[in-house]
């Protein structure tokens, strides 16, 4: 008979997006925003990124920004001797995003990673840096093989649609952003636009992570409920409501061991179509184009 954790990690493989060179990815990953800041946490954060790979959690994604390189240092040592298994992304600041610094700054990301290639490399946000630019970098880097795949993060609908207009910004893969059950934005423009051109969207900080909306969530009536019924936590139920598309890729942060097992174990949960209503009428979707939502 399957382990639990054998189990956790059938349900996380069977659960995927596909980019659009046909990459198949678990709809749940890793995310390291806040990592490398500590030295006296940096053991618990690989042991934590380990786990999340032996879950079948491959997916870590991490940037030069987050502990000013050392996220990075920390996804060196959480896949040392088993780079195979993991999918790696990272991204590059605003500043860097030009052809010839774009180039510098992923070598150097690769360098605190002691990895020869990235699967994936974004931009972290727009700056000031024409996007043809950023898309010459990118496709030097892949030319040169140190990055197989490249994307963008927290752009809006009218930057996505002015990549998709300059020269190769049709080969991005994926769009970075802030979503979860209590900010919505995108759903009005910005995840239909994608998901007519097939960019699936990555999901930042899919647990409403941090401050007092995250204690407010955790204690709704109707989150409570839900989670009751399928006999999970109510964090469970709020990545499972990220996934329930199909095509977007959810990216948790966690470093205690124990809610590293309850984000794998959300690819087990499966809302039903009157929960999914449920959730709409207590969280309400957007009506109107807002400003996306950037933390």
């Not at 197989?148 to 991005?172: A, H, I």
Request: charged letters at 25%; a negative charge; glycine letters at 8%.
């Amino acid at each position: 008979m399957p382990s639990a954790e054998e189990r956790m990690k059938k349900a996380v493989e069977n659960r995927t997006i596909t980019l659009s060179d046909g990459t198949i990815l678990p709809s749940i990953g890793q995310g390291t925003w806040h990592m490398g800041e500590k030295p006296s946490e940096k053991k618990a954060e690989v042991k934590a990124l380990q786990l999340g790979l032996d879950l079948g959690m491959k997916v870590i994604d991490t940037a030069e920004m987050y502990g000013s390189g050392g996220a990075e240092h920390v996804v060196k040592e959480a896949v040392q001797g088993r780079r195979e298994e993991a999918f790696i992304v990272s991204k590059a600041l605003p500043h860097n995003a030009g052809r010839d610094k774009l180039i510098e700054a992923c070598e150097n990301s690769l360098k605190r990673m002691s990895t020869d290639y990235m699967d994936l490399y974004l931009l972290h946000w727009r700056g000031s840096i024409p996007l043809r630019e950023t898309i010459q970098g990118m496709e030097q880097l892949q030319k040169d093989g140190k990055i197989l795949r490249w994307g963008v993060s927290n752009l809006d609908t009218s930057d996505m649609q002015e990549l998709w207009e300059t020269e190769g910004g049709q080969r991005c893969m994926t769009n970075q952003v802030l979503y979860h059950l209590g900010s919505r934005g995108i759903e009005f423009d910005l995840l239909p636009w994608q998901r007519n051109h097939a960019i699936p969207a990555m999901a930042y900080c899919p647990l409403a992570q941090g401050g007092s909306l995250r204690r407010s969530m955790m204690e709704h009536p109707e989150l409570q409920a839900i989670a009751q019924t399928h006999k999970a936590s109510v964090q469970q139920i709020l990545l499972s409501w990220v996934l329930r598309t199909g095509d977007i890729l959810a990216i948790p942060k966690a470093v205690q061991e124990e809610h590293v097992y309850d984000n794998a174990a959300a690819a087990a949960v499966h809302l039903t179509e009157d929960e999914v209503i449920r959730l709409d009428q207590a969280f309400k979707p957007p009506e109107k184009k807002q400003p996306l939502d950037i933390i």
